[in-house]
Nanobody, 125 residues
Framework: QVQLVESGGGLVQAGDSLRLSCAAS????????MGWFRQAPGKEREFVAA????????RYAESVKGRCTISRDNAKNTVYLQMTSLKPEDTAVYYC??????????????????WGQGTQVTASS
């Protein structure tokens, strides 16, 4: 079983930056592809970013492209989401997810097997 624990969320002003972290345990981290999703109140959970097992391939939602960077440190069993120029519409609970798939990182919730509990990000205007 894989355990995922997110951290780094908080309340920031619009235009600020924030870095989320997700620590994984329970399986060799380099065997996991990782993703970030978010869910705003009253909305469905949506894809934000994903990264392949080795980190060579990344994918981003159009809404965050150019403002977010996903990265991983396999030595620390951690994946990061660096967010810049935050907007009020970025306000959501951010979830870390994992699967053991090869190839291009997945972009739908159905392709992920493990999920963290989420961390709240609030960007106020």
């Amino acid at each position: 079983q894989v355990q995922l624990v997110e951290s780094g969320g908080g309340l920031v002003q619009a235009g600020d930056s924030l870095r989320l972290s997700c620590a994984a345990s329970g399986r060799t981290f380099s065997s996991l592809a990782m993703g970030w999703f978010r869910q705003a109140p009253g909305k469905e959970r949506e894809f934000v970013a994903a990264i392949s097992r080795g980190g060579s391939s990344t994918r981003y939602a159009e809404s965050v492209k150019g403002r977010c960077t996903i990265s991983r440190d396999n030595a620390k069993n951690t994946v990061y989401l660096q967010m810049t120029s935050l907007k009020p519409e970025d306000t959501a609970v951010y979830y870390c997810a994992a699967n053991n798939r090869l190839g291009s990182p997945a972009q739908t919730i159905f392709e992920y097997d493990y999920w963290g509990q989420g961390t709240q990000v609030t960007a106020s205007s």
